[in-house]
């Protein structure tokens, strides 16, 4: 529609009005959904609404004299970006310990936020956490934060188990930003673009981030996250209209359905894969980390093997070696129909047999189709590497590249012929 994919972002505001009205609704319904009093829309990224985040929660700090509360307490389980996100926002980090289920170490963390009382800035938070567990004692964890003068910002990375349900602000959160990329339907992956909207409570709205063309933010704003006022705006009706469409009742079966499919998958496959955590009641949030540590000890395969051969079934392989090394996380979300999650499950148990039987088939993965009808000097035949199950013949995609050095990409920017 030209009327959204031609606008300027610094357009005058006269000329705009059809795209501020949706901003501004959109803002709301956000705010809402988090339990929140406001909402930017600005930050271009999850990442860079981490950074908005500890930058507002800064801001509120200095606003009170306590410029020098620059300490934040960071659990092992949180999500990647966190503590990179925190040493840009000028913060010192301090690792909170986790327990062997997964949860946070309530213990540790009131010891360290005791400890370290005079110059708490706050916690990042993931929940439920990115080991796939939702916190019990999560209520008890923010109430501890706030008793030493500290800020909770919850990383909304994982709100596709929250909406409807629950939300950062009825547990206690003061500040969190979304992915409207990952929760919110938008186009995710490929470097971008994406919205990391930040959503805060009352007492930081003013702090939410300025711009210097355009009039946006709170009183006290912080400076600008993105060079654009309203971050990548062109995307924003895709959130808009999929909040509307689905509404209230549509948005917490979407998170339901979230949290049935990863259990659904999680009980399917523990004959043959353990799920590394798991909460107190023995159930995972909306995604579980399969453990495979023990395949290259036991058949001489890596998880990378793994990764590489759910190529030849035709999947994209889920997270790799995070957060805890030599496994898979699996995140299913609402949208993979029953028949799906059965053919991955079915894939990786197929591959888990290929591993024990012939490790050679899953350690050379994946396999081209000039490989296949070129020299074939494998001990396994050309069948079972390109059509391991039957339904893979129906739909079979052949990758353009097979396996490749992936260290040596690692160390250089751009391949050279050294022969």
Known sequence: MAGFAAMHPFAPAAQAEGYLAMIAELERDLATITGFAGCTLQPNSGAAGEYAGLMIIRAYHQSRSQGYRNIILIPASAHGTNPASAAMAGMKIVTVACDANGNIDVDDLKAKAEQYEAELAGLMVTYPSTHGVFESRIREIVDTVHEFGGQVYMDGANMNAQVGLTNPGFIGADVCHLNLHKTFAMPHGGGGPGVGPVCVAEHLVKFLPSHSVQSTGGEEGITAVSSSPWGSALLLPITYGYIKMLGAEGLRKVTEMAIVNANYMSCKLKDSFRTYYSGESGRVGHEMILDLTNFRKEY???????????????????????????????????????????????????????????????????????????????????????????????????????????????????????E
């Open 300 to 418: 001489g395969v890596e998880v990378g093997d793994v990764a590489h051969r759910l190529m030849d079934y035709g999947f994209h392989a889920p997270t790799l070696s995070f957060p805890v090394h030599d496994t898979l996380m699996v995140e299913p979300t609402e949208s993979e129909s029953k028949e799906e999650m059965d053919r991955f499950c079915d894939a990786l148990v197929e591959i888990l047999k290929e591993a024990q039987s012939v490790p050679a088939l899953v350690v050379n993965a994946p396999y081209t189709a000039a490989e296949v009808v070129g020299e074939w000097a494998h001990e396994f035949s050309r069948e079972q590497a390109v059509y391991p199950l039957e339904w893979v013949r129906t739909q079979k995609f052949f990758p353009h590249v097979t396996k490749i050095d992936n260290g040596y990409g690692d160390r250089n920017l751009v391949a050279v012929n050294e």
